[in-house]
């Protein structure tokens, strides 16, 4: 699923006429790994079981009324589309610490991935 198929859902989602904003972030393979290195491609795994139980609790925070998340495994070349965080919420204060958060949990325990 991509962003606009995850933007969609959430405008059909019952409580949406609660939003008052929608943030999305599109991680992609960089061209080079945080210490400078060319990076030709990246192999992730992702723990689908972790990731649900993140979402979960990151649904119930306030103001929160939806919070999609694709990520996508195996070989991805620079410039692909690696992982997908759509959030839906009343008021920025409420919407943009949940956004950060949601991404900062899943790289710290959701995916692992290894930089060729």
Not at 7 to 35: F, Q, W
Not at 83 to 100: I, K, Q, T, W, Y
């Amino acid at each position: 699923m991509g962003l606009s198929e995850m933007v969609r859902k959430i405008k059909e989602h019952p409580a949406y006429h609660d939003a008052g904003m929608i943030l999305c972030h599109n991680g992609v393979v960089r061209g080079t790994s945080r210490n400078g290195k060319p990076v030709s491609e990246l192999t992730v795994r992702a723990d689908r079981n972790r990731l649900a139980e993140i979402v979960a609790e990151m649904k119930k925070r306030q103001g929160i009324i939806e919070v999609l998340v694709e990520v996508r495994e195996g070989t991805l070349r620079v410039g692909e589309d690696v992982m997908f965080v759509v959030v839906a919420g009343d008021f920025r204060e409420n919407v943009f610490p949940v956004l950060m958060d949601t991404i900062n949990s899943i790289k710290a325990y959701v995916t692992t991935k290894v930089e060729m």
